[in-house]
DNA sequence: GTGGTCTAGACCACC
DNA sequence: GTGGTCTAGACCACG
């Protein structure tokens, strides 16, 4: 499986396992009507116990992005793809948004702020 | 004062006192050799536990950016302004790189990513 | 087959089978001395597992509304009508009451009860 | 305190917590602006698991009826009485709508529904 | 003291 | 096999 734990994050497990699937459906990874790995499959691949991958799922179940076929699984909802692209985006819309206005509340100049950006490349091996 | 709180923010209340009180220097707005207000007239001000303000203290003290003058109070330390100023930089440096990763590790495109950058304005208000 | 099953509701599918049978049954849509389907022609029909079909018929049997007749299959049984007559009226009975008392415990007024009890239509498209 | 937990109810017991609290918020038993017991507090006075209070908490932030202060506890937001009443009273349309739809798939006739509804009174010792 | 996360293990109903 | 609930107990950061 394609997902990565970091146990040491200060992210909880579950949200990371919760935002990895998410992006997974985003990027068409996953597809709707799929099912996605079962609470014991998901907590032997990952070595995480099940409450918390079975707490991922049921976040997941909230945002109606995954629903429970009775006694078979869980499945990607229809709409989800489209719902996890929107949200992506509107995720990093508002993290951006929020390094811009923390930067300008620390009293960064508008220069500074803009050098920061500038001078940083999108991948980070690149100079 | 110039400090606000929110005390239903994730960012713990000692953080974000600590960390206004660095911005406050970086900028000049509390110069080198002033006082710092005392914990008490602090917690007063903000109405905030003085163990709260005593720790965001101690977190200045041991980044040696404000030091006691016996029986004066905490006073900013003649470093501390240019020391604020860069590591103010490099926070946001760090800052601006932490958000660049998490896109790309949620599989938005380089020119997804782009966008939103491009197309943010420094201030909100702005379009 | 007048069957309808949601998969991803929480009533369990073998007590919407037996539910819709006995339904059926109390309307007349099935007479007493008819068969009804076979697990494997309603397991195909409602595209359901075998085992759950086999469940919700064990269930009309231990309520003797069907029972087997030798090599024959299932049979609706001659008192079978007026039973689930009966018993859909209680059922129902027994909801409204469950509805009300839950009103009461949730502190709505009776006025606010009895609001929300006439102004909603039999059928839902009326107003 | 005036919970009631019936824990031999199918309805899980964190959620006949959160239900209760909603219902106190919207009847005013509970103030905005007040806190609600701690975990712990509700854990000895319910003699549940800690747990299961956290998690009726969960679903009650979730929903924003409730907000956390850092280190101090759960505190009623404004705006939830409003929102409790309202879907207090929401939630009981929709559920006397599912009675009656239901009572309409069970082939039941308007008349039969009817008196039903008519010969129920209220309160259940009332005849 | 507060809430939050995580693990471990039990038990349930359903398919 | 599936998900769901609950208990018990540990550990953490925060105030």
Redesign the interface.
């Known amino acids: 499986m394609f997902i990565e734990i970091d146990t040491s994050s200060n992210e909880p497990i579950f949200e990371q396992i919760a935002q990895q699937l998410r992006?997974a459906i985003?990027?068409g990874?996953i597809r709707p009507d799929e099912m996605i790995p079962s609470v014991r499959e998901m907590s032997r691949m990952l070595a995480i116990n099940p409450n918390t991958i079975a707490r991922a799922y049921r976040v997941l179940q909230?945002e109606k992005i995954v629903?429970?076929?009775?006694g078979?699984g869980l499945v990607v909802a229809p709409e989800a793809r489209e719902y996890c692209r929107r949200s992506?985006?509107e995720?990093?819309?508002e993290?951006?948004?929020k390094?811009?206005?923390?930067?300008?509340?620390?009293?960064?100049s508008?220069e500074?702020?803009?050098e920061?950006?500038d001078s940083?490349p999108?991948?980070?091996e690149d100079q």
């Not at 629903?67 to 009775?70: D, G, N, S, T, V």
């Not at 811009?100 to 960064?108: M, P, T, V, Y």
Request: charged fraction near 35%; glycine fraction near 0%.
């Open positions: 992006f985003a990027s990874a909230d629903f429970a076929r009775r078979m992506r985006k995720l990093f819309v993290k951006y948004r390094f811009l206005d923390e930067a300008i509340q620390s009293r960064l508008e500074e702020i803009r920061i950006v940083t999108l991948r980070p």
